[in-house]
């Protein structure tokens, strides 16, 4: 293995610990917000590894950041796990899309992917309970869509424009 793939393996790998760690705090959090409304500040780190190396790559931080939070909380199997995993797999399709096919900004690009979030977790929710009307509840969630991928989106762009984008070479 050469030196850039060593370093970007441990560069992906530093950005999947930073997203488990943002997540663990999210939850260690009590925030005082509705029933499945969070923050969603491990996905600053997906707008972060989409930008830096790409969307596999982004799919990569993303899928180690479920299963190692997953391990973590002891949650693997169950429903909380599958919840994370619809969220966390349409809004990395969703950034996907958005990378591959348009030129939106960074803070709608979030806002997008944490719609997507909140409408793949009340999927699984509405899949493990086979109740439709639960999908109602996904206009609530949409609402707090927007103020929080403003701030994950807002803060995604502080932090690239405060690294050397060169030590991140695709």
């Not at 899928?63 to 349409?90: D, K």
């Not at 690009?109 to 639960?134: E, K, M, P, R, W």
């Amino acid at each position: 293995m050469n030196h850039k793939k060593t370093r970007k393996m441990v560069f992906i790998a530093l950005l999947s610990a930073i997203a488990v760690v943002l997540h663990s705090v999210e939850t260690m959090l009590q925030l005082p917000l509705p029933l499945g409304m969070k923050l969603g500040l491990a996905n600053i780190i997906s707008l972060v590894a989409i930008e830096l190396y790409g969307v596999k790559e982004m799919f990569i931080v993303n899928i180690f950041r479920v299963i190692i939070s997953g391990l973590l909380t002891g949650t693997i199997g169950q429903m909380p796990f599958f919840i994370s995993c619809g969220g966390v797999f349409l809004s990395s399709l969703a950034l996907a899309w958005i990378k591959k096919l348009t030129d939106l900004p960074m803070v709608s690009t979030s806002i997008v992917a944490a719609v997507f979030h909140n409408i793949g977790q009340v999927l699984v929710v509405s899949f493990i309970y086979d109740q439709i009307a639960i999908m109602s509840y996904v206009f609530i969630l949409m609402a707090s869509s927007i103020p929080t991928g403003i701030l994950t989106g807002m803060t995604a762009i502080q932090i690239l424009k405060r690294i050397n984008k060169k030590q991140f070479q695709k």
